[in-house]
């Protein structure tokens, strides 16, 4: 096999580490960041941001090149670097914390940084010594698609070209869109319409540029066994409900106040659906994580090995081999581990010492385990597709059980068991961020142990303000509500009550279990069909018709070769700026709303059929846009 072969060779040394670098990636990271966790609170996904902040970065070096002069790859990598770490903080934080708030406590913004900290932490210093193994050793086999598209853009803009100007079109279409929707409120976010054979059958769509750019970031294969979730739930289950509970006159368990009959579709979903659902995610998850133990085994035998080798950076005296120094993986992450145990009120519940101690060592066990399997398989199906939501499950479920177990059920247990997810969460989830950096470097012929400490900077910069972005969505909005429901977060909250209060209904919970059973049996990816059963149809919809884009776009490529990738990466990137530009008007929009008050519009409102349509039509005016701009060679 033929050695491989950097960009930049390992006896050139160019300047990499640098302030600006550093500033810029923490506030472009800050602000990606808060549109990430805008976007997870509102349907439960979140976006590798790389590819994005690789073109930025470019294209702001380029753009203050008379003052910065000239700027090198490994500089505008150190911006790509630590910009996406603050998204990946963003992840963990909102599959979990939230919850705490449903339950009435109310963490600070320190706290739910601490929290992000610590797991930020821990997930970098795990990857470290899995690098040789799964970035260089794996090169072949492991491609990090983020990772491998973000060391494209960096080469071709040090070749003089660059596709900034789609990134930057999606952010402005994507900021303008939302303030129409959440601001002005001129057209109505939501368009259903009602299936008239089918007993209380609706058909949802939101009308959310950002759901659009996820579907066609996923690709047609994802968001349609997504979509067929959510027609099982919305065209099939609820019409059964309804059908069979016409005849019951008083409340069937769990509703305990309205009979069936009288209930909407929405409130069937809530109060039915919605435990089906989420015995689908979770069992979805386990799947997904047993199917990884072959990849565990290997990733840890490794991990292990690497941490056992005596004078591991003496190895190689090449730049491009260099990683931070062991005695910081195990100091580092040991000093997490006992500030974990020794803060008392670190999530404001107040818990012993004992069961600071079992949580912090449920910590750093769940969080090896999971960096390890979040590694490999971002490797294979990129950031997006990771699992961390299941990831987080079994890690909830196995604390849970455990405190169950001592007796320990009561509030302070709760939110034990939810610090143990939040930390969890983060750790796996930038662990698969920093994987796709690492590839980029390897790529390009970056630094390792740089790239290292700029994703430990850029955790620790901007862990405070992600905590604070996430605590005033949820001052703005409420945790729970139509416009933040925090989906993966109440599924969080529904397993721990579960398991430490047994208060759910566990016929309807196995139901789901089942259901994502029968998906993987007939060859389906159960955690992305359970999600689509577990979230509202109408956020499915604008995912799908952004994959059948994807799909339409990837088959005339196929039969034009003249199109090639340049075609994919202007819709990816248009569609991540469409992301970005309605996460960052969201996050606008919620601090108009801490306070000032919620924005009233502007007093004029389409509304009734003429309503639907308008918003419908200038909904698949944008989605045709999306297709112009995905055909489109740079």
Same mark, same amino acid.
């Given at each position: 096999?033929?050695?491989?072969?950097?960009?930049?060779?390992?006896?050139?040394?160019?300047?990499?580490?640098?302030?600006?670098?550093?500033?810029?990636?923490?506030?472009?990271?800050?602000?990606?960041?808060?549109?990430?966790?805008?976007?997870?609170?509102?349907?439960?996904?979140?976006?590798?941001?790389?590819?994005?902040?690789?073109?930025?970065?470019?294209?702001?070096?380029?753009?203050?090149?008379?003052?910065?002069?000239?700027?090198?790859?490994?500089?505008?990598?150190?911006?790509?670097?630590?910009?996406?770490?603050?998204?990946?903080?963003?992840?963990?934080?909102?599959?979990?914390?939230?919850?705490?708030?449903?339950?009435?406590?109310?963490?600070?913004?320190?706290?739910?940084?601490?929290?992000?900290?610590?797991?930020?932490?821990?997930?970098?210093?795990?990857?470290?010594?899995?690098?040789?193994?799964?970035?260089?050793?794996?090169?072949?086999?492991?491609?990090?698609?983020?990772?491998?598209?973000?060391?494209?853009?960096?080469?071709?803009?040090?070749?003089?070209?660059?596709?900034?100007?789609?990134?930057?079109?999606?952010?402005?279409?994507?900021?303008?869109?939302?303030?129409?929707?959440?601001?002005?409120?001129?057209?109505?976010?939501?368009?259903?319409?009602?299936?008239?054979?089918?007993?209380?059958?609706?058909?949802?769509?939101?009308?959310?540029?950002?759901?659009?750019?996820?579907?066609?970031?996923?690709?047609?294969?994802?968001?349609?066994?997504?979509?067929?979730?959510?027609?099982?739930?919305?065209?099939?289950?609820?019409?059964?409900?309804?059908?069979?509970?016409?005849?019951?006159?008083?409340?069937?368990?769990?509703?305990?106040?309205?009979?069936?009959?009288?209930?909407?579709?929405?409130?069937?979903?809530?109060?039915?659906?919605?435990?089906?659902?989420?015995?689908?995610?979770?069992?979805?998850?386990?799947?997904?994580?047993?199917?990884?133990?072959?990849?565990?085994?290997?990733?840890?035998?490794?991990?292990?090995?690497?941490?056992?080798?005596?004078?591991?950076?003496?190895?190689?005296?090449?730049?491009?081999?260099?990683?931070?120094?062991?005695?910081?993986?195990?100091?580092?992450?040991?000093?997490?581990?006992?500030?974990?145990?020794?803060?008392?009120?670190?999530?404001?519940?107040?818990? !012993?010492?004992?069961?600071?101690?079992? %949580? @912090?060592?449920?910590? #750093?066990?769940? /969080?090896? =385990?999971?960096? *390890? $399997?979040?590694?490999?398989?971002?490797?294979?199906?990129?950031?997006?597709?990771?699992?961390?939501?299941?990831?987080?499950?079994?890690?909830?479920?196995?604390?849970?059980?455990?405190?169950?177990?001592?007796?320990?059920?009561?509030?302070?247990?709760?939110?034990?068991?939810?610090?143990?997810?939040?930390?969890?969460?983060?750790?796996?989830?930038?662990?698969?961020?920093?994987?796709?950096?690492?590839?980029?470097?390897?790529?390009?012929?970056?630094?390792?142990?740089?790239?290292?400490?700029?994703?430990?900077?850029?955790?620790?910069?901007?862990?405070?303000?992600?905590?604070?972005?996430?605590?005033?969505? !949820?001052?703005?909005?409420?945790?729970? %509500? @139509?416009?933040?429901? #925090?989906?993966? /977060?109440? =599924?969080?909250? *529904? $397993?721990?009550?579960?398991?430490?209060?047994?208060?759910?209904?566990?016929?309807?919970?196995?139901?789901?279990?089942?259901?994502?059973?029968?998906?993987?049996?007939?060859?389906?990816?159960?955690?992305?069909?359970?999600?689509?059963?577990?979230?509202?149809?109408?956020?499915?919809?604008?995912?799908?018709?952004?994959?059948?884009?994807?799909?339409?776009?990837?088959?005339?490529?196929?039969?034009?070769?003249?199109?090639?990738?340049?075609?994919?990466?202007?819709?990816?990137?248009?569609?991540?700026?469409?992301?970005?530009?309605?996460?960052?008007?969201?996050?606008?929009?919620?601090?108009?709303?801490?306070?000032?008050?919620?924005?009233?519009?502007?007093?004029?409102?389409?509304?009734?059929?003429?309503?639907?349509?308008?918003?419908?039509?200038?909904?698949?005016?944008?989605?045709?846009?999306?297709?112009?701009?995905?055909?489109?060679?740079?």
């Amino acid at each position: 096999m033929q050695e491989f072969k950097p960009y930049v060779q390992a006896d050139t040394h160019l300047k990499d580490f640098s302030l600006k670098s550093i500033v810029i990636g923490v506030l472009l990271g800050i602000l990606f960041g808060s549109a990430n966790a805008y976007l997870g609170l509102r349907v439960g996904l979140t976006i590798s941001t790389s590819i994005p902040l690789a073109v930025i970065a470019v294209a702001f070096f380029r753009m203050m090149r008379p003052i910065f002069g000239h700027t090198g790859i490994l500089e505008a990598n150190i911006v790509n670097t630590t910009g996406s770490a603050s998204s990946s903080l963003a992840s963990g934080v909102i599959f979990t914390i939230p919850a705490l708030f449903l339950w009435g406590f109310s963490p600070s913004i320190f706290q739910i940084g601490t929290l992000a900290l610590f797991g930020g932490v821990l997930g970098v210093l795990f990857m470290i010594p899995l690098r040789r193994f799964l970035i260089v050793k794996e090169h072949e086999n492991l491609p990090y698609p983020e990772g491998t598209a973000s060391a494209q853009v960096l080469i071709a803009a040090e070749a003089g070209g660059t596709h900034a100007k789609s990134v930057f079109l999606g952010l402005g279409v994507g900021a303008i869109y939302k303030a129409i929707l959440g601001f002005l409120k001129v057209i109505s976010a939501h368009v259903s319409v009602a299936i008239p054979v089918l007993r209380k059958a609706v058909i949802g769509l939101e009308t959310s540029p950002a759901l659009l750019g996820v579907g066609f970031i996923l690709n047609y294969k994802i968001a349609s066994v997504m979509v067929a979730g959510g027609l099982l739930s919305w065209v099939v289950l609820i019409p059964l409900i309804a059908t069979f509970g016409e005849g019951f006159t008083v409340p069937f368990f769990p509703e305990m106040v309205k009979p069936i009959i009288e209930m909407s579709p929405d409130e069937i979903w809530t109060r039915y659906i919605r435990y089906i659902g989420a015995g689908a995610v979770a069992f979805a998850g386990i799947i997904t994580v047993l199917k990884s133990i072959p990849t565990m085994y290997a990733s840890l035998k490794v991990g292990l090995a690497e941490l056992t080798k005596r004078g591991s950076l003496r190895e190689s005296q090449l730049r491009t081999d260099r990683d931070l120094p062991m005695i910081i993986v195990f100091g580092g992450a040991l000093l997490v581990i006992i500030a974990i145990a020794a803060m008392p009120h670190i999530i404001g519940a107040g818990g !012993g010492i004992i069961i600071r101690i079992l %949580s @912090a060592i449920c910590i #750093a066990a769940f /969080a090896f =385990l999971f960096v *390890t $399997v979040s590694s490999r398989i971002v490797g294979m199906v990129g950031v997006t597709s990771n699992p961390t939501s299941g990831m987080t499950i079994v890690a909830l479920l196995g604390t849970s059980f455990l405190f169950a177990l001592l007796g320990w059920t009561d509030d302070s247990a709760k939110a034990a068991a939810l610090t143990v997810g939040t930390v969890v969460a983060v750790a796996a989830s930038i662990a698969g961020d920093i994987s796709q950096d690492l590839k980029t470097g390897y790529i390009i012929g970056a630094t390792p142990a740089k790239q290292q400490f700029s994703e430990i900077f850029g955790a620790v910069c901007s862990a405070f303000f992600i905590a604070a972005a996430v605590w005033l969505l !949820g001052e703005a909005f409420t945790f729970g %509500s @139509a416009e933040l429901p #925090a989906p993966q /977060a109440t =599924l969080m909250k *529904t $397993v721990v009550e579960g398991v430490l209060q047994g208060n759910l209904p566990w016929g309807l919970v196995f139901i789901g279990a089942a259901i994502s059973l029968v998906a993987e049996l007939v060859g389906l990816k159960s955690l992305a069909f359970a999600v689509g059963i577990y979230l509202p149809l109408s956020t499915m919809m604008p995912v799908f018709i952004g994959g059948v884009i994807r799909r339409v776009v990837d088959y005339i490529r196929c039969k034009k070769e003249s199109l090639a990738e340049d075609a994919k990466d202007q819709g990816l990137l248009f569609s991540s700026g469409l992301i970005a530009g309605e996460g960052i008007m969201g996050v606008a929009i919620a601090f108009y709303a801490f306070f000032l008050g919620k924005p009233k519009g502007i007093g004029f409102e389409l509304t009734g059929a003429s309503g639907q349509i308008a918003s419908f039509a200038i909904f698949m005016a944008l989605a045709l846009f999306i297709f112009r701009m995905a055909r489109k060679k740079a």
